[in-house]
């Protein structure tokens, strides 16, 4: 089996900083792509930042020179680095991480999700 748990969220200030990490354990062979995605009510969950096992990184516009993704491979870990924080930025932010296993009959990719963290930034 395999498990993604996020942690980091919480309550900041506007101008703040947090940092969210996200841990895959399990019978994982490999961890391609890992990302970060947030959900506000009434809206639909959004791509924040990806990063490739390479190291390759993609964000969000509205977030492009305040947040940093990263990852530790070794680790089957990824964090969100998130500074100069908006009320806008609010939301559930989920890990995503996209796992290769082993098992019987064969070698599987599948995409899985972190239950989520609350980040809520006061004005």
């Known amino acids: 089996q395999v498990q993604v748990v996020e942690s980091g969220g919480g309550l900041v200030q506007a101008g703040g900083s947090l940092r969210l990490s996200c841990a895959a354990s399990?019978?994982?062979?490999?961890?391609?792509?890992m990302a970060w995605y947030r959900q506000t009510p009434g809206k639909q969950r959004e791509l924040v930042a990806a990063?490739?096992?390479?190291?390759?990184?993609n964000y969000a516009d509205s977030v492009k020179g305040r947040f940093t993704i990263s990852r530790d491979n070794a680790k089957n870990t990824v964090y969100l680095q998130m500074n100069s924080l908006k009320p806008e930025d609010t939301g559930v932010y989920y890990c995503?991480?996209?796992?290769?296993?082993?098992?019987?009959?064969?070698?599987?990719?599948?995409?899985?999700w972190g239950q989520g963290t609350q980040v809520t930034v006061s004005s």
């Open positions: 995503n991480a996209r796992i290769v296993t082993k098992r019987i009959p064969g070698i599987y990719e599948n995409d899985y």
């Open positions: 399990g019978t994982i062979f490999s961890v391609n792509a």
């Open positions: 990063i490739t096992s390479g190291g390759t990184t």
